[in-house]
């Protein structure tokens, strides 16, 4: 299959790009910064800035689906420059224009656990996303970007699949998000710090996220026009996974609890029994296992400056 993903330099990118790449997928990557983890993805990978709307029209792929990645994807960094909201927008507007004038018929969305907001159920099912509850930009951004995947369906016959991701992690990301954070703190025996003590996520290894991915690739036209929650459906407690990485690692951080930051979920875990049954879908790697790999993966991958 012709395969188009944006954002091929991200962290998601990156890995599904490489399984794609692996089985045999024809696959074009864009990105706005060359992928700098494998060399396979980076010379798939075409640099273009998705906010770029004549730069986006210029371009022109044979694909037969588009997997639109790209994202700011830090929601406390949305909530202190709302702009990038507008950008996942605008990205998401571009995605879907470059579909409908190239002819690709076949769309997939990343959107994100952030989109149900605080709402207090034990396990979010695809049917609980409200406006009212959006709690940050990006939530915004997202809900937003749903909404618009769903117009292009129902106006212009782009059938879609949106994925609801929740707090991936394992490899190939070196930013500030929680897992490499407190991995780069715990290796300096630097102090870490939990905005919220109960919080408590539905931590996703990447390679379940992609697996998840690639099943709604290969069962597209019977999982299509749908939405699915992409996650291990268990809660882990961020207290648990600074105790974790630390007991991993031998160090001597010490763990402050800070006040619960604006726009951030406090508690998320995901019904992912929907992806299940239409998907096939099955996470495979329990939190202890994947944070081990995680540890792991960074200390072997010294070039990425933790």
């Not at 509850?133 to 970007?145: D, L, M, R």
């Not at 129902?154 to 990301?173: A, H, P």
Request: one cysteine or more; hydrophobic letters at 35%.
């Amino acid at each position: 299959m012709k395969i188009l993903v944006t954002g091929s330099s991200g962290t998601i990118g990156t890995r599904l790009c490489e399984k794609l790449l692996a089985r045999g997928d024809t696959v074009t990557g864009f990105d706005w910064l060359p992928n700098k983890w494998n060399k396979d993805v980076r010379n798939i990978t075409t640099l273009l800035d998705m906010r770029d709307e004549e730069a986006v029209k210029a371009m022109h792929v044979d694909a037969d689906m588009l997997i639109h990645l790209a994202a700011n994807a830090r929601v406390y960094e949305l909530v202190e420059h709302p702009d990038r909201a507008r950008d996942n927008f605008l990205t998401t507007f571009n995605a879907l224009e470059f579909a409908r004038a190239n002819n690709i018929k076949r769309f997939m969305f990343a959107s994100s656990r952030e989109s149900y907001g605080n709402t207090g159920v034990d396990k979010y099912t695809e049917d609980l996303v409200r406006v009212h509850n959006c709690e940050s930009p990006y939530t915004a951004s997202k809900v937003g970007g749903e909404a618009l995947v769903e117009a292009y369906r129902r106006c212009y016959g782009i059938d879609q699949i949106t994925f609801r991701f929740s707090n991936v992690y394992g490899m190939y990301d070196n930013s500030v998000r929680v897992v490499p954070l407190f991995i780069r703190l715990a290796r300096k025996n630097e102090p870490m710090t939990i905005f919220g003590k109960d919080k408590c996520l539905d931590f996703t290894y990447i390679d379940d996220t992609v697996s998840g991915i690639i099943a709604g690739i290969d069962k597209f036209e019977t999982a299509k026009n749908d939405t699915y929650n992409l996650a291990t459906g268990e809660g882990q407690t961020i207290i648990k996974l600074a105790e974790d990485i630390k007991k991993i690692t031998g160090s001597s951080s010490i763990v402050n609890l800070g006040a619960s930051r604006t726009g951030e979920v406090i508690r998320y875990v995901a019904d992912i029994s929907k992806a299940r049954k239409k998907l096939g879908y099955e996470p495979k790697t329990s939190f202890d296992e994947g944070i081990q790999k995680a540890v792991e993966w960074y200390l072997t991958n010294t070039f990425i400056n933790i």
